[in-house]
C-alpha cells in the first residue's frame, strides 16, 4: 500500500441497499523518511480503515500493513454480525502476528486502526489509538471516534482544555494500539446510515495541520477523491510533520430507491 511516496486507490460501487463512492491517499509527509501507515478501500466487503504503525525504522509499517493484509482478506458476509465477527477475527490475527514480529525483533510494535463497516443500511465503527473516524451529515461534522491518547484523558478529566490539548508536548503519546496490549482493546459505535452521509476516516498526520471544519468543508465541497486531495495538499502544506492518510466514504440513495432496513452487529 505505500510503494513511492504518495498512494491512492478509488472506488466506485453501487449495490442494490447501498449506493457509495469512496477513495483514499497515503503519503509519507515531508518530514519522515518511511510511509508507516497504511489503510483499505474495500466496499464489496463494506469494509473501510486506515492504520498508522509504530515502533521505529523498519517496524511500524510492518504493523499496519499486518493489519491491512488480514482484513483484505475478509470477504463478503450475508449480515451486520457476521461482518462485525470477521472483521473482529482477523484483526485478532493481525495482532498476534504483529506480537510474533515483536518478539523476534526485540522491540515494541503496533499500530493504531479505525474501520467503518457498512452493510444493510447500517455502519458501525471501531478503532484503537488515535486515528479518527469523523462522519459529515447535513453539513456539520461530528467526530465518532474518541482518540486513545494522554491528551485525550487529561481533557476528559478536565486537567487540560481542547485548546491547550492541540500543544501539549505529550499529545502524541497513545494509550492503546493493536499488537502492543496481551489483547485487542477496541472502542465500538454502531447507526443507521442516510443518503448524503460522508465518513472520513485518517490518521493524526492529517489532523495535526488541518481543522475539523476544513474536513467539513471538503466533504459538503467535493467529491471523494478531490476531498482527499484538498485534504492531503493542506497538509504537506502546512508542514507534514508525519505521514498523512485519509480515505472518503460517500453514501447515496440507493440506485432503485429501496427503502434501507437498518441492521445491528451486536452479536
Known amino acids: 500500500m505505500t510503494s513511492g511516496p504518495l498512494t491512492t486507490i478509488g ?21 519522515r523518511e518511511r510511509n508507516e501507515d497504511n489503510f483499505l478501500v474495500d466496499p464489496e466487503s463494506g469494509v473501510w480503515l486506515v492504520a498508522d504503525g509504530m515502533g521505529g525504522h523498519d517496524s511500524g509499517d510492518v504493523a499496519s500493513a499486518s493489519i491491512v493484509g488480514h482484513l483484505s482478506a475478509i470477504g463478503t458476509t450475508d449480515s451486520a454480525p457476521d461482518l462485525r465477527a470477521r ?35 447500517s455502519f458501525a465503527c471501531l478503532w484503537s489509538g488515535d486515528s479518527r473516524i469523523y462522519l459529515v451529515r447535513g453539513g456539520s461534522i461530528t467526530q465518532l471516534s474518541r482518540d486513545h491518547t494522554e491528551v485525550q484523558e487529561l481533557v476528559d478529566q478536565g486537567l487540560l482544555s481542547p485548546e491547550e490539548a492541540r500543544s ?38 492529517l489532523t495535526a495541520h488541518v481543522t475539523d471544519r476544513e474536513i467539513e468543508t471538503a466533504a459538503v465541497s467535493w467529491p ?38 437498518p441492521s445491528g452487529y451486536d452479536r
Open 87 to 121: 472483521f473482529e477475527e482477523r484483526l485478532s490475527l493481525a495482532h498476534a502476528e504483529i506480537r510474533r514480529t515483536s518478539e523476534i525483533r526485540g522491540v515494541t510494535i503496533g499500530s493504531t486502526v479505525a474501520a467503518l463497516l457498512a452493510i444493510d443500511g
Open 224 to 261: 471523494p477523491q478531490p476531498a482527499c486531495e484538498a485534504l492531503l495538499s493542506m497538509a504537506l502544506t502546512r508542514g507534514g510533520t508525519d505521514n498523512v492518510t485519509v480515505v472518503f466514504v460517500r453514501m447515496e440513495s440507493n440506485p432503485d430507491n429501496q427503502a434501507l432496513s
Open 11 to 31: 472506488w466506485y460501487m453501487e449495490e442494490l441497499s447501498l449506493s457509495f463512492e469512496s477513495y483514499g491517499l497515503s503519503h509519507r509527509g515531508c518530514v
Open 168 to 205: 501539549w508536548p505529550r499529545r502524541n503519546v497513545i494509550t492503546r494500539a493493536v499488537g502492543v496490549a496481551d489483547e485487542v482493546l477496541m472502542d465500538f459505535h454502531q447507526g443507521e446510515i442516510l443518503p448524503g452521509d460522508v465518513f472520513v476516516l485518517c490518521t493524526d498526520g
